[in-house]
């Protein structure tokens, strides 16, 4: 479900709906954020297919009662040999089903088609998800991100704009980095708001990724298929394709994601510092766990640059941390 900004769930009439969503989602696992977050921001969509699998539900229950009703009838008329002869089905289906050329196709799915299918399917599951794995291992070692130990610290309302293309300390956000140092130290339980503005288009092997992307947006049948398979690699697996990802620290994966507007495709969110580390920015993509091979895929077709400017926010007693 694609994201809806945070004011839609505030400004519904279904807002009950909404609190009910948010009630249950409390005793669920934060994985499942997403689906909450859209569920609860959509109340409409979500009373819909609610009122779809409810529906299902029934009738189904409803079939299974009809066929246990018929087939008793059956049985009993059996018991008592009162069963007309049985003879053979002479409609369009019987016919299809006992035709030679669907008898030969049935037969070769079954046999080959469909264990050669699930095989390859479960060998790049296990594969894909074995990679992330071992990737995250190594990140949260610190071996992806590397802090220099030379950032600058922001002060209360002090602003750094990283916006100078030729600046060694403060290069513009390059969507081709696997994990770009900043050059700015965060302080835990500090505010910072992060604007990020694309100076050149953000691009996926030519796919438009200026707000990310979901796999079946790509304009190209090949392309939605590609970033399907791809998945199971993907950096962030529950998250858009080239979504922004702030990490806090070198060690330990302390990440925030910077999604953008869907009005207007701005990205200007406010963090707050889980712990003291250096600021770094990255798009998620696929990634491979062999050192020297991490961000292959990041250099490989990632085009795009913006600039970055960070912002320590004053002290307040009470923080909205919406959007402006």
Not at 182 to 206: C, H, S, W
Not at 253 to 279: N, Y
Not at 293 to 301: K, R
Request: net charge positive.
């Amino acid at each position: 479900m694609k994201a809806l900004p945070s004011t839609a769930e505030l400004e519904s009439p279904l807002r009950w709906v909404s609190d009910i969503v948010r009630l249950v989602g409390g005793f669920l696992p934060g994985a499942l954020d997403p689906w909450l977050n859209g569920y609860a921001r959509a109340p409409l969509r979500f009373l819909v297919v609610l009122a779809v699998l409810t529906f299902l539900l029934w009738y189904g229950s409803h079939l299974a009662a009809r066929i246990r009703n018929d087939m008793g009838l059956l049985w009993g008329r059996s018991l008592s040999a009162s069963l007309p002869p049985a003879m053979a089905p002479h409609d369009a289906i019987f016919r299809f089903r006992t035709h030679p050329l669907y008898l030969s196709i049935h037969y070769a799915v079954k046999r080959y088609v469909a264990p050669a299918f699930f095989a390859l399917l479960f060998a790049h599951l296990g594969l894909g998800l074995a990679s992330h794995a071992l990737f995250n291992v190594q990140d949260y070692a610190g071996l992806v991100c590397r802090e220099t130990g030379k950032a600058l610290e922001i002060g209360p309302g002090e602003t750094i704009h990283i916006a100078t293309r030729d600046s060694a300390r403060f290069p513009l956000f390059d969507t081709a980095s696997l994990c770009q140092n900043m050059g700015v130290k965060l302080e835990q339980n500090k505010r910072y708001r992060i604007t990020v503005k694309a100076v050149e288009p953000f691009t996926d092997g030519g796919i438009e990724a200026s707000r990310g992307f979901y796999f079946l947006d790509p304009p190209r049948l090949w392309q939605k298929a590609f970033m399907f398979v791809a998945v199971p690699f993907r950096r962030e697996l529950i998250r858009p394709w080239f979504r922004i990802v702030a990490r806090i620290g070198g060690k330990g994966g302390e990440e925030t994601f910077l999604d953008p507007d869907p009005k207007d495709g701005s990205i200007s969110e406010v963090i707050t510092a889980t712990r003291d580390g250096e600021l770094f920015l990255f798009v998620n993509d696929a990634v491979l766990p062999v050192p020297g091979l991490y961000g292959f895929f990041y250099t490989l077709n990632n085009l795009g640059k913006a600039e970055v400017a960070i912002t320590q926010q004053k002290p307040c007693f009470v923080c909205e941390t919406a959007k402006p």
